[in-house]
């Protein structure tokens, strides 16, 4: 099991970027794949993006593809999602999970080690 602690949010313009950073303590990092998540207002937990622990296996939503960007740096148990383009609709409480697979699995049951969640507001 991992600790996870996110950071980054905030409050950015339509067409603005953010990076939003998740560390990991307490486990190995190094095997896990990561993922980030997002609750939109009134909305269903979704999936945003994965990234398997060897790192060239990654999923994207749709909505994202092009726009944001995951990564992991294994020495520093850190895992990044870059936001750019950001519009509206990409509103939310982001959160990263990890979990055991050996893919970049787009299901929430897939991932038992959830972070606390940082906000994220785009303003139009």
């Known amino acids: 099991q991992v600790q996870l602690v996110e950071s980054g949010g905030g409050l950015v313009q339509d067409g603005g970027s953010l990076r939003l950073s998740c560390a990991a303590s307490g486990g190995n990092f190094a095997s896990y794949t990561m993922a980030w998540f997002r609750q939109g207002p009134g909305k269903e937990r979704e999936f945003v993006a994965a990234?398997?622990?060897?790192?060239?296996?990654?999923n994207y939503r749709d909505s994202v593809k092009g726009r944001f960007t995951i990564s992991r740096d294994n020495a520093r148990n850190t895992v990044y999602l870059q936001m750019n383009s950001l519009k509206s609709e990409d509103t939310a409480v982001y959160y990263c999970a990890g979990g055991l697979r050996s893919w970049p699995s787009m299901s929430r049951d897939d991932y038992h080690d959830w972070g606390q969640g940082t906000q994220v507001t785009v303003s139009s």
């Open positions: 990234i398997s622990w060897y790192e060239d296996n990654i």
